[in-house]
């Protein structure tokens, strides 16, 4: 078969280099075989060298003599298509995106740093975040919505508080929930409640109040009577979370209120960190029977929770001095009994609370100071924890960074994360069962290395 007759140029499927005879046909077979990566590459190639074309000049920047030398790729673009419209950019070609991927990657690496991917403090990653509400996934009823975006904000805190946010909530929940056609309400209310559940802890991690009420709760509606008419069975479940509350929240802070009010004599000096609503009780308990003492609120950043207890002391007329967590050293010699509350109590004696409760009750033992953590059994978690580094939560941020003589606005105070400034608030720490005298809790006084008793006092029911 002779060859191909010349062209005055080559044409688009012809030979590139050497003769055309030894050449294998470039034509549509050959396109076939590329892979779909392959194809979209010379597309690219040929946009741009038909846009290069047009502008009268070279791709990218590149050097004369290539547009002197068109390639078949050129050539082939050459050929009349589809105009192109106007306010459309000529797309890059593959050295120009990598070009542009590698700008974007030198720009992320000098943007605000996130807490999620904040260059030297990704160690605390698995911290819990304090952060704005989601779009609800599922059928998320108003009252938890609400409720949720208080926990975000930090608008209600407090284990008791939060407790009895959630529970009160889920009343709500109960009592608007219509059982479907062919379900019970035993069955197919826990699944009604899953994504509400899922949705609060979304806004703000799960406290260990909150996980015992639940699961309480649970318990109960997989208890209920499917005979029952489906009103009936929502108030009696309204009635158990209502006992709940009272039983282990209500009564319980009674109770340690008087037994801890006995240990509060005429002339002590109690000190207290931060602020516990049950510790508060204790107190405005002991101040209402007469007893004459003294209280040292030790305060702390960023949520400086002690000045509300402080507001409430002083109004009830209890003497009252203030002081930051630095100057803890300075008075410690003066303290007679130290009195914190707890976030939660470990099975091993541990008791996780506010941070900063931890270097308090080191400092009361190395003075001889006794220690004593007002605490409601419904916090005991059967778990151990060692430290508060493997599970934390952070507090939100806007500190404000006070200079003195203060010649900048309140607003212009406010810290934040920026470039060359990550802010690290962790919400709790770990206090040791060693640097812990006793532990008041409604079922009586416990020490540390007896916690693990608790359930056997309750008759395993938390």
Known sequence: MAPAPSLPIHPPNGPVNGDASKQPPQGRSSQKS???????????????????????????GAPSKQAAKP?????????????TKSNEAPAPTASALRTQTAARARAASVSVPTPANARGLRIFSHF??????????????????????????????GANARCIATLSAFKTVI??????????????????????????????????????????????????DIDLPEQDAKDALCQKIDNYIRDRIIIADQVIEETA???????DVIL????????????LGAHAEGRQFSVIVVDSRPMLEGKRLLSVLASAGIQCTYILLPALGAIITEVTLVLVGAHSIHSNGAVYSRAGTALVAMMAKLHSVPVVVCCETYKYSETVQLDS????????????FSSFP????????TLENDEHLEILNPLYDLTPPNCITAVVTEVGVIPPNSIGSIPVALGRLL
């Open 261 to 267: 009010g006995n240990k509060i004599k005429d002339g």
């Open 406 to 413: 203060s010649v900048k606005a309140r607003d212009s105070l």
């Open 175 to 224: 009592q608007d929930y219509a059982t479907p056609p062919n379900n019970t309400l035993s069955r197919h209310l826990m699944t009604y409640l899953s994504p509400q559940i899922s949705h609060l802890v979304a806004a703000r991690p799960m406290s260990v109040t909150m996980g015992n009420a639940i699961r309480q709760l649970k318990l109960e509606i997989s208890g209920s």
């Open 34 to 60: 590329m892979t779909k990566a392959e194809r979209r590459e010379l597309q690219e190639k040929q946009r741009a060298a038909k846009a290069a074309a047009k502008a009268g000049g070279p791709v990218n």
């Open 71 to 83: 390639t078949p790729q050129a050539t082939a673009a050459a050929t009349p298509k589809r105009p």
């Open 128 to 157: 819990g975040l304090p952060k704005p509400v989601s779009v609800a996934k599922g059928d998320i009823h108003p009252t938890i919505l609400r409720l949720a975006l208080q926990f975000s904000e930090f608008k209600i805190t």
């Open 272 to 283: 207290t960190y931060a602020r516990s609503s049950v510790v508060q009780k204790v107190l």
């Open 389 to 400: 580094f493997t599970k934390n939560e952070l507090a939100p941020q806007g500190d404000l």
